[in-house]
């Protein structure tokens, strides 16, 4: 505990942010906030929070999030609880060292994929199973939201942030359980938004990817192609769904948008049905196999 501590009140000043003032637009589902002042246009700031709010229509209770917008980073993330951290260009790097750079043009399905993250967790947050998780992630993310925004935290606040992260911690589990889902679910989130079986695939790419690089991105691909399903790759979270992406992009491929709504509860509840089962019979690893073809299955049977 006393390391953890110390650690929170090393990092307080490590990470500030500042509240965009950007006109009269107003966006119910989303505050954006910049990691330097004045570092991005207002137009660019607004267009990401335009995407979050075309999302948005597509769910009933949509959730309401934080954007962190930077210039650049090696990663875009949600934590779980109200934020997403975003940058205008990922850098990524390959195994020999150097930099690529995917197409900047294409975050915004980036953050599309982001905000899949958060309606995940916020349709789940029903179950029993949850809702802990659910709060402790919120709890978090506020505090951490706190720290960033006013530079430090009260001596109890940094305790109790404390405490909240080991108790994250010893959500591990069930966290790496739904992680294969949870990237899935965003991918379809991202692809309906965009319209685009590839779009994935594209806002990840770069010439410079090394081959594996490559092969992951491939497995975000919603169109069909021959996979050999038993390579490691597919271990991966973010590819292990690959044959269930095919699948949606061959058969619920929507053409309205109450459509997309549809099949997003149809593909969502299909997920929770699946994640009941696992935990219920306590199936903390599957085959990726097995785990397409019973989602596969799930989906197929929600249909009829």
């Keep these: 505990m006393k390391s953890i501590f110390i650690y929170l009140c090393f990092i307080t000043n490590t990470f500030a942010l500042f509240q965009t003032h950007c006109g009269e637009n107003t966006f119910e589902h989303s505050q954006a906030y910049v990691i330097k002042e004045r570092s991005i246009t207002c137009e660019k700031i607004d267009y990401f929070q335009s995407i979050i709010k075309d999302i948005s229509n597509f769910f009933e209770e949509p959730p309401f999030v934080r954007l962190f917008i930077g210039l ?17 260009q990922l850098v990524y790097a390959n195994h020999y060292g150097s930099e690529y750079y995917p197409d900047s043009n294409l975050s915004e399905y980036i953050l599309a994929h982001e905000y899949g993250h958060a309606i995940f967790t916020n349709l789940l947050k029903n179950n029993e199973f949850y809702r802990e998780i659910y709060l402790v992630d919120k709890q978090v993310s506020k505090l951490e939201f706190k720290r960033k925004i006013e530079g430090s935290l009260e001596e109890d606040d940094q305790l109790r942030l404390a405490d909240l992260t080991l ?8 966290r790496r359980l739904l992680n294969d889902y949870s990237e899935f679910f965003s991918d379809v989130v991202a692809v309906y938004y965009a319209n685009d079986k590839e779009v994935m695939v594209d806002a990840l790419y770069s010439f410079s990817m090394s081959d594996q690089q490559f092969s992951l991105a491939m497995a975000r691909s919603f169109s069909e192609r021959e996979i050999d399903i038993e390579d490691r790759l597919y271990t991966e979270e973010h590819a292990s769904l690959v044959l269930v992406r095919q699948f949606v992009g061959k058969n619920f491929w929507p053409k309205t948008d109450d459509e997309k709504t549809n099949n997003l509860k149809l593909i969502f509840k299909s997920i929770e049905q699946e994640i009941l089962l696992r935990l219920r019979q306590e199936e903390f690893r599957l085959n990726p196999k097995i785990m397409n073809e019973r989602l596969i299955k799930r989906i197929e049977n929600q249909n009829f």
Excluded: W
């Design 167 to 174: 108790k994250k911690r010893s959500f591990n589990k069930v």
């Design 72 to 88: 650049k980073s090696s990663n875009a993330s949600f934590d779980y609880g109200e934020s997403i951290n975003i940058p205008l």
